[in-house]
């Protein structure tokens, strides 16, 4: 099982019958990411981890305390109660108090969270012990604290990658990134580095479009350690597309004097998407401008593919509204649209090469692509609008759809749009 260290476990899972393989050398404490690999790929098992978490989206409704409030991370494995991770480096005490109530205090229901970890920098608070015990005044009587400050966030670097950072500034935290991708890498495709340049660009290129966890599922299933094989050009049928962007971009843009602010959250939004979509089991298309296109179902239809890129999207909704929430409180003028525009199809779709002999770099082609930028347009902010074809694949039973007027479509003529009411 993958696994990060103590209670905090990223799981894939194998049957217990099965024998384990084991890929060393991944730092000095390799357990922390040796794996057992399950001869079937359909066993393989993932927490949910989701970033920017204010609701459910089961039938069982819970969701945090005050309107417009998000959890950092809230994280739910598949045998164990679900916890929430808050990071929350360089704020005073008084306001990481306010977050922390906003959040999690009155009225909040946590669907049978019982763990928060704070992430904090103790030594920046004079008096860390009064401000622990008011911290956990105001967390329910349910929920267990859990601190990790910086020397417990380097014990843990050390023990999953061998690599105790030097600290936890900017140019050190470059370097500890940096290692960090070479250990996914590792898990991802083994121990073997990579033969030569052409291999290393690209098992760098499949580690950008998909998630970790996802290669080295692939890898098994394909029964090789070529990375080239795992993702070859070709046509895939039945693919979902996920298409995404920010609702009053430009706006937002016209209004912010300061262009960081604009990179800022551009990349908040780019980060946390794309981090969603490959945790999920997507694949990161491409960005387009304030925009983000995900594939689900290539290069295989993993059991549940629709129903998961259709959460995807729904956690979309609630990254960008963050999104939006953080770059109001940076400008003057109140913005009218705030979260996201987002549209899905299904259909063929066509992974093409961009250059002769380079695997390493594939275009995605497909009228369901162009589909889901036609369905965009009917998009209003915080809505999540589906193809027909979609819509049939999605609803069973319980109709969580509902129709709109016919859409007409230049170069493809009418179609017909639904909407998500019940996510």
């Given at each position: 099982?993958?696994?990060?260290?103590?209670?905090?476990?990223?799981?894939?899972?194998?049957?217990?019958?099965?024998?384990?393989?084991?890929?060393?050398?991944?730092?000095?404490?390799?357990?922390?990411?040796?794996?057992?690999?399950?001869?079937?790929?359909?066993?393989?098992?993932?927490?949910?981890?989701?970033?920017?978490?204010?609701?459910s989206t089961s039938t069982a409704s819970f969701h945090l305390g005050e309107p417009s409030t998000y959890a950092d991370?809230?994280?739910?494995?598949?045998?164990?109660?679900?916890?929430?991770?808050?990071?929350?480096?360089?704020?005073?005490?008084?306001?990481?108090?306010?977050?922390?109530?906003?959040?999690?205090?009155?009225?909040?229901?946590?669907?049978?969270?019982?763990?928060?970890?704070?992430?904090?920098?103790?030594?920046?608070?004079?008096?860390?012990?009064?401000?622990?015990?008011?911290?956990?005044?105001?967390?329910?009587?349910?929920?267990?604290?859990?601190?990790?400050?910086?020397?417990?966030?380097?014990?843990?670097?050390?023990?999953?990658?061998?690599?105790?950072?030097?600290?936890?500034?900017?140019?050190?935290?470059?370097?500890?990134?940096?290692?960090?991708?070479?250990?996914?890498?590792?898990?991802?495709?083994?121990?073997?580095?990579?033969?030569?340049?052409?291999?290393?660009?690209?098992?760098?290129?499949?580690?950008?479009?998909?998630?970790?966890?996802?290669?080295?599922?692939?890898?098994?299933?394909?029964?090789?350690?070529?990375?080239?094989?795992?993702?070859?050009?070709?046509?895939?049928?039945?693919?979902?597309?996920?298409?995404?962007?920010?609702?009053?971009?430009?706006?937002?843009?016209?209004?912010?004097?300061?262009?960081?602010?604009?990179?800022?959250?551009?990349?908040?939004?780019?980060?946390?998407?794309?981090?969603?979509?490959?945790?999920?089991?997507?694949?990161?298309?491409?960005?387009?401008?304030?925009?983000?296109?995900?594939?689900?179902?290539?290069?295989?239809?993993?059991?549940?593919?629709?129903?998961?890129?259709?959460?995807?999207?729904?956690?979309?909704?609630?990254?960008?509204?963050?999104?939006?929430?953080?770059?109001?409180?940076?400008?003057?003028?109140?913005?009218?649209?705030?979260?996201?525009?987002?549209?899905?199809?299904?259909?063929?779709?066509?992974?093409?090469?961009?250059?002769?002999?380079?695997?390493?770099?594939?275009?995605?082609?497909?009228?369901?692509?162009?589909l889901a930028a036609r369905l965009l347009t009917v998009a209003q902010a915080g809505e999540i609008v589906v193809s027909?074809?979609?819509?049939?694949?999605?609803?069973?039973?319980?109709?969580?759809?509902?129709?709109?007027?016919?859409?007409?479509?230049?170069?493809m003529g009418p179609l017909q749009p639904w909407r998500l009411t019940v996510p």
């Amino acid at each position: 099982m993958v696994r990060l260290p103590g209670r905090h476990r990223r799981w894939i899972n194998r049957r217990e019958s099965q024998e384990p393989h084991r890929e060393p050398g991944l730092g000095s404490c390799g357990s922390c990411w040796k794996t057992s690999v399950p001869t079937s790929p359909g066993t393989f098992t993932l927490a949910a981890i989701h970033l920017d978490w204010r609701r459910s989206t089961s039938t069982a409704s819970f969701h945090l305390g005050e309107p417009s409030t998000y959890a950092d991370l809230r994280v739910a494995p598949a045998d164990e109660a679900p916890y929430f991770i808050e990071v929350k480096f360089g704020l005073d005490a008084a306001t990481m108090v306010a977050h922390l109530r906003r959040k999690f205090g009155e009225g909040a229901e946590l669907g049978g969270a019982n763990r928060l970890v704070l992430v904090v920098q103790r030594s920046e608070y004079s008096n860390w012990l009064e401000l622990e015990r008011t911290i956990r005044a105001v967390l329910p009587s349910t929920i267990e604290l859990e601190v990790w400050d910086e020397e417990r966030l380097g014990r843990l670097l050390a023990e999953c990658f061998g690599i105790p950072p030097k600290s936890f500034d900017s140019r050190d935290l470059l370097v500890t990134r940096a290692l960090i991708d070479q250990g996914k890498e590792r898990l991802a495709f083994g121990s073997e580095p990579a033969d030569n340049d052409a291999d290393l660009a690209l098992r760098s290129s499949l580690l950008w479009h998909f998630g970790t966890w996802r290669l080295r599922e692939l890898r098994h299933l394909h029964g090789t350690d070529d990375p080239g094989t795992l993702v070859p050009p070709g046509v895939y049928e039945h693919v979902v597309v996920v298409f995404a962007d920010l609702a009053g971009y430009s706006r937002y843009v016209r209004d912010t004097a300061d262009d960081a602010t604009v990179r800022e959250h551009l990349t908040t939004f780019y980060a946390r998407s794309r981090y969603q979509i490959i945790n999920a089991g997507g694949m990161i298309s491409q960005f387009l401008g304030d925009g983000v296109v995900a594939l689900f179902g290539v290069p295989d239809r993993r059991a549940g593919y629709v129903e998961a890129a259709l959460r995807a999207a729904v956690r979309l909704c609630d990254i960008a509204d963050s999104v939006s929430h953080s770059w109001q409180r940076e400008i003057d003028n109140v913005q009218s649209s705030r979260g996201a525009h987002i549209a899905m199809s299904m259909g063929k779709v066509q992974l093409v090469g961009m250059r002769p002999f380079d695997p390493a770099r594939l275009a995605t082609i497909g009228d369901c692509i162009g589909l889901a930028a036609r369905l965009l347009t009917v998009a209003q902010a915080g809505e999540i609008v589906v193809s027909n074809v979609l819509q049939r694949a999605l609803d069973s039973g319980v109709s969580r759809f509902e129709p709109l007027p016919p859409l007409e479509a230049r170069n493809m003529g009418p179609l017909q749009p639904w909407r998500l009411t019940v996510p």
